[in-house]
């Protein structure tokens, strides 16, 4: 797809190629006939010049409204009606929050509507272009017709860093066929506490092994991170900046929430505070960002809405991390070198306290020169972008930012334009619409999807099913696509319902078992008949940040069945669709679509076969590869998987360590092969299965699996062998 790049080489072949024929011509034509020499190329537009004097060109010719300008991001909607806005406000980047669309949600309307945004860019002095963004952190998933890999945990589950790349790799061709440059993805979170409703976008409770998903950056990325960008690359974003899956429950909210209106209900654990040691936050929080920028050379950081509290100098005074100079100027631009620039986030800096207007929830003066000072570089100012503007101009003018200040956050971004070739190629092209929800990349899906499913329970190797079978299919998260896409699907909080294309569970059951005789009821009102297997598919409705916080508010716009309480334990409905199907099979297989795990009650041990399906998107076909045995069940859990509610939050490492399942738990259906971690722990869940384990054989298996995403593979082997001895 590097159709931009290689067109640029053939420009520049015949602009080489006409040079010699002019000097040719040059000899045969009279001095005064001569045309004027034409004015010398700006070296900010000679793609010839390095980075660093581009970039030192421009920012010497720019006025201070023209810096403060790139330095400004809004929101489609908010220009939409008068696009000239990009060009007085001098706008130097827009973005589509979840669910702002063109007006027809297709692959070529997204060009076309970047395109137009971008023209009124380059009718600026300087011309210099626009950066559009997006958050495309499950495939590109406000376009319709986009390919929906699973969420973040699923891929966690999965343990493929590879794959994980791969997917990366398609995320980065649809977005960037929609005429979209960068992307607001990966989410690097280290998820401790399961009640946080962003948790499905954490690839675990393990620092390690998020450390090793950051191989998503290199997928989106390519090598444009050190070599410049080709036209299927994107600029990535490593976020949340940092310690926001460390976040504090507030018990005192969520019971002052209780008989409350939506509306009028707070987050329980969202955007809160993590209360911390230095050298736990370094330890738990900090790590996945150091392969990110040292190996992969993240572009964009984005910082987190949450705060942090050191324990060392007494808990109370939390500082916001959009306020944070030390960590985002000290740490992460000073001790970890990062070169690109930090992005607030969604009207981030708003939520920064300010001391002589408390009551203040949008901007200040006050609030505007402490994120920059701290070191913001871009704001993203969805609604409020002139009165950003308008606040920074007067702050640098009043000495309280410096021009130095803004020429480091002007330069880190012009930096990017340019590697992204931005001002050689501006508009986007509609060539490779034809990668959106392309075949290969929904064939890849699929293969994310089976590798993610994790096996929690398998009595009388209940999986996998027979393909002839009489099987009958019930629950409401087995015919619901968007129940199974989760958040951040078309919409911020996504919807249950046919909201996009692909196959569901149930529509991979009677694809891959065409023979079998599928009767579908999905509250089983339906009569189970003849059939001697049920499959069980329950679990979530779609949400994201901040709706989906256990005792927090409901999503009081979305549709009724995101309305209802969220929590760790099964809905009341499905739990009676649980039990009553499974008394009434011999073989009773349950899925749990959900973005965390949900607690199922089988208190007469009628479940045989329990499945952690998590979110997996479009291709719900994946699913049904695992239970009929067309692909083997490999995955393990990358978050605890507790044995009651009261227990959260729990995680590996814990004193007090007694889950239902553990970190690194998950069945097989076939042998691990010659992997000699994998078969020791398939010879350790065995021993648990059958009875023979040690009574501490949960903390010696989540052990086994910490140490072995740390690289200590002896010592794993050490811990599981003491499991199945």
């Not at 008068?82 to 297709?106: E, H, M, R």
């Not at 499974?582 to 349950?590: G, H, L, N």
Request: charged share 20%.
């Amino acid at each position: 797809m590097r159709h931009g790049r290689a067109l640029r080489v053939r420009q520049r072949t015949v602009l080489l190629a006409g040079g010699v024929a002019a000097a040719l011509l040059g000899q045969l034509v009279p001095a005064w006939a001569a045309p004027a020499a034409a004015p010398a190329k700006p070296d900010y537009l000679d793609a010839g010049r390095s980075t660093e004097r581009r970039v030192a060109d421009l920012l010497g010719r720019m006025t201070l409204e023209e810096k403060i300008g790139q330095m400004t991001q809004a929101e489609r909607a908010a220009v939409a009606d008068d696009p000239t806005k990009v060009k007085t406000q001098l706008l130097g980047s827009l973005l589509s929050g979840g669910g702002s669309t063109p007006a027809q949600n297709t692959p070529a309307a997204w060009v076309e509507m970047v395109n137009s945004f971008q023209e009124q860019a380059l009718q600026t002095r300087l011309k210099i272009p626009l950066l559009y963004g997006i958050d495309a952190v499950h495939g590109h998933g406000n376009v319709y017709g986009a390919t929906l890999f699973p969420h973040n945990v699923g891929l966690g589950a999965a343990r493929d860093p590879k794959l994980t790349e791969q997917l990366g790799r398609a995320t980065a061709e649809e977005v960037r066929a929609t005429g979209i440059p960068w992307n607001f993805a990966p989410c690097l979170c280290v998820s401790r506490d399961e009640r946080w409703g962003r948790s499905y976008e954490s690839f675990s409770e393990d620092p390690a092994l998020v450390a090793r998903m950051s191989t998503a950056i290199a997928g989106l990325q390519g090598d444009g991170g050190r070599k410049g960008y080709d036209d299927d690359e994107v600029l990535a974003t490593a976020k949340h900046f940092a310690g926001d899956g460390g976040t504090r429950y507030d018990t005192a909210t969520a019971e002052a929430n209780k008989g409350k209106p939506w509306y009028e209900q707070k987050y329980t654990i969202d955007q809160g505070i993590t209360v911390t040691s230095k050298s736990d936050f370094a330890r738990l929080q900090l790590a996945p960002y150091l392969p990110a920028l040292k190996q992969h050379d993240v572009g964009s950081v984005m910082p987190s809405f949450s705060s942090v509290d050191w324990t060392e100098d007494g808990v109370g005074n939390p500082t916001k991390m959009h306020a944070n100079r030390d960590l985002l100027t000290g740490t992460l631009k000073g001790k970890f070198d990062f070169d690109g620039f930090v992005i607030s986030d969604w009207e981030g800096i708003h939520q920064i306290p300010d001391p002589d207007d408390p009551a203040n929830a949008g901007l200040t003066a006050y609030k505007v020169r402490t994120s920059v000072n701290a070191g913001i570089d871009m704001f993203m100012e969805p609604n409020t972008s002139a009165q950003f503007q308008e606040l920074l101009l007067a702050e640098v003018k009043a000495g309280r930012v410096s021009q130095a200040r803004v020429d480091d956050a002007v330069g880190r971004i012009l930096a990017k334009k340019f590697e992204l070739g931005l001002f050689e190629d501006p508009y986007a092209s509609t060539d490779d619409l034809d990668q959106v929800g392309s075949r290969a990349h929904r064939a890849l899906a699929r293969t994310a999807v089976a590798k993610s499913q994790v096996l929690l329970k398998n009595s009388g190797r209940a999986l996998p099913l027979g393909k002839k079978d009489g099987i009958y299919v019930a629950g409401r998260n087995a015919d619901d696509i968007g129940n199974q896409a989760g958040g951040w699907t078309i919409s911020w909080q996504g919807a249950s319902g046919d909201t996009v294309p692909g196959t569901t569970i149930l529509d991979g059951i009677r694809e891959v078992a065409p023979q079998a005789d599928v009767t579908y009821s999905a509250d089983a009102s339906a009569p189970v008949g003849d059939a001697d297997t049920a499959v069980v598919v329950v679990g979530e409705t779609p949400y994201a940040e901040g709706y989906g916080d256990v005792g927090g508010p409901e999503c009081g716009w979305c549709g009724t069945s995101q309305q209802e309480e969220k929590s760790l334990t099964l809905q009341a409905a499905d739990q009676a669709v649980v039990d009553k199907v499974c008394a009434e099979v011999a073989t009773c297989v349950v899925l749990v679509v959900s973005g965390r795990p949900q607690i199922v009650a089988d208190p007469d041990g009628r479940i045989d076969a329990l499945v952690a399906s998590w979110l997996p998107g479009t291709e719900g076909a994946g699913v049904a590869d695992v239970l009929f045995g067309k692909k083997a069940f490999t995955g393990r859990l990358p978050v605890t998987w507790p044995a009651t509610a009261a227990q959260v939050p729990i995680n590996v490492g814990d004193k007090e360590y007694r889950p239902a399942y553990p970190y690194g738990w998950g069945l097989r259906t076939r042998a691990a092969g010659g992997n000699a971690e994998a078969v020791a722990l398939d010879r350790a869940q065995a021993a648990v299965v059958a009875g023979k384990a040690p009574a501490n054989w949960a903390r010696l298996i989540a052990d086994a699996e910490q140490a072995l995403q740390a690289g200590d593979r002896a010592a794993a082997r050490t811990l599981l062998a003491k499991v199945s001895r």
